[in-house]
């Protein structure tokens, strides 16, 4: 019985990934970046803020990328990439980049 008490602590955690790559946390995080990147990643001001829908995927993910590691410099976008795994940079670039402008 302990045995199984201990096992049942385990396995949530083990189940429980930041990302699923399921479609609902994807939206989660876009949900974010659409609060400065505009609604699907079409900017309403994008002097200031980037439009990134239709962008290819590996232009979207190498920007991700070069702004964790600070190669692209920018504070905000910094953050974010940080906070992103690999998987969710692709998840999102493939996302924009497939967005219909
Ligand atoms: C608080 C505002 C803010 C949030 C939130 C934000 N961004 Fe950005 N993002 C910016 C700004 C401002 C820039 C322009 C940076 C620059 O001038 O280099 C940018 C630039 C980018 C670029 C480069 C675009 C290009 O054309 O080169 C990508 C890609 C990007 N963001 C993706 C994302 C993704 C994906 C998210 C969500 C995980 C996100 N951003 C969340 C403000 C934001």
Do not use: W
Not at 21 to 33: I, P
Not at 65 to 85: D, I, N, P, V, W
């Amino acid at each position: 019985m302990k045995r199984l008490a201990r096992l049942s602590v385990l396995v949530p955690i083990a189940m429980s990934p930041a990302f699923a790559g399921d479609n609902e946390s994807l939206a989660g995080l876009r949900m974010e970046c659409d609060t400065c990147h505009g609604v699907d990643g079409v900017s309403v001001v994008p002097d200031q803020t980037p439009t990134i829908a239709g962008k290819s995927e590996a232009y979207l993910f190498r920007q991700l990328q070069a702004f964790e590691t600070g190669k692209r410099r920018h504070e905000t976008m910094l953050m974010m990439g940080q906070k992103l795994s690999d998987q969710e940079m692709k998840a999102l670039a493939r996302y924009y980049s497939r967005v219909k402008r």
